[in-house]
């Protein structure tokens, strides 16, 4: 399945690798849609096989356990898409949501357009998922697998030649070689950049607010910022683009989207309410995915940014788990604290007391913790390691 999913994301039209406010007022002004070509069927032998490949990727994964088939959650990401490109443009797209924790959504050529549960575990609102969708489908409109695919193999094709004409010669070609390739990485920037601009167009004619996306990217570079302080290294958002980039920066990204909001006027909805509403059951699972990628500064930026309106019980978990993983003294301290308060609020994760009972004979507890898996076991006497927890919990 991961070298399906691999090989579809290598397909697809260059993916992302990407507060929610109160609900704003109607836009002033609604910008024109761009003209929709209406139905497109491939042509050219280069295209059909691009979308061969596709439907055979398509095929693979469609019934992958990787995929979340969920009708509600899919009915639910369709309908902001065609809310973002109009209905008649979102009719040639096959929405698949793939569990995987990375920020990322991806559009093969075929229309086959791939949603990653760790964007929408990102994502504050409506608006910002249809920046995200827009961009995916733009890169379909525009046909960029197809222009990439060709630009990659006239390069490789052009470079091999090159570089066996060197040889015969004696003449040294590899830095018209390397300039080719690097050619060849601008020109997935300036598609991706195309996308950022025509996902503006799309959110901008629909009913959300087109300057959410600028929001997106500025969480991202703090994020990312969060992660490599955490590992000790330096923040990267202000780094110029590099020679092998296949994306624009971040930070471009949001300015460039901050400075078309500003033009263009800030109008439109976020959909928070909405959002947070779609997302609820999902939660939960999206959050456990996140913590198992082994990045604590994102983690705890993310599940910071998440509880802006305060802490749930859910959210309250997981930060407790994500201390109690890195499992530290004084972290598990505070994973005790995280899981104490969680079950005060009312928290329905039977693994809280569990969590919570590890922690506590971890940090020298033992009665406490023996305690907390004794009522754990009582709300999960099948689970899978209660032979263990039993025996933990009759040590003395």
């Given amino acids: 399945m991961r070298r399906a999913l691999a090989r579809l994301i290598a397909l697809a039209a260059l993916p992302l690798a990407l507060a929610g406010a109160a609900e704003a007022a109607p836009k002033a002004r609604l910008a024109a849609l761009p003209p929709y070509a209406g139905a497109y069927q491939p042509q050219g032998v280069d295209e059909r096989g691009l979308w061969n490949e596709a439907d055979e990727g398509e095929r693979s994964l469609r019934d992958s356990p990787a995929v979340i088939a969920d009708p509600e959650l899919n009915a639910y990401l369709r309908r902001v898409l065609c809310d973002t490109v109009g209905a008649d443009r979102c009719g040639a797209v096959r929405l698949y949501v793939v569990r995987s924790a990375e920020f990322n959504a991806a559009m093969a050529p075929n229309g086959t357009m791939y949603v990653f549960t760790g964007m929408l575990l990102r994502v504050r609102n409506e608006a910002e998922l249809a920046a995200v969708l827009g961009h995916e489908f733009g890169h379909f409109e525009e046909r960029h697998s197809l222009a990439g695919f060709k630009a990659q193999r006239s ?165 407790a788990e994500l201390y109690r993983m890195r499992g530290n003294p004084r972290d598990l301290v505070a994973a005790a604290g995280f899981y104490r308060e969680a079950i005060a609020k009312g928290s329905a994760e039977p693994l809280a007391h569990k969590g919570l009972g590890l922690a506590l004979i971890r940090s020298g507890q033992p009665g406490e913790g023996r305690a907390a898996l004794a009522e754990y076991l009582k709300l999960k006497p099948d689970c899978e390691d209660a032979p263990m927890l039993r025996s933990l919990v009759q040590q003395q």
């Fill in 155 to 319: 390069t490789s094709d052009f470079a091999m030649w090159l570089g066996l004409a060197g040889a015969y010669t004696g003449v040294d070609t590899r830095a018209t070689t390397g300039s080719m390739i690097g050619g060849l990485f601008a020109f997935n920037r300036d598609q991706e950049s195309a996308a950022d601009r025509r996902a503006f167009e799309y959110v901008a004619a629909s009913r959300y607010r087109a300057g959410a996306a600028a929001d997106v990217w500025a969480r991202m570079m703090d994020e990312a910022d969060a992660t490599a302080a955490q590992r000790g290294q330096r923040s990267r958002r202000y780094d110029r683009v590099s020679f092998f980039a296949s994306h624009p920066t971040n930070l471009e990204r949001e300015t460039t989207l901050r400075a078309l909001a500003v033009k263009n006027g800030e109008g439109g909805e976020d959909a928070a309410d909405a959002y947070a509403t779609a997302m609820a059951q999902w939660r939960p699972l999206f959050l456990a995915d996140q913590l198992k990628r082994n990045d604590f500064g994102g983690s705890e930026y993310l599940l910071h940014q998440l509880a802006a309106d305060g802490w749930s019980p859910d959210l309250l978990f997981a930060r």
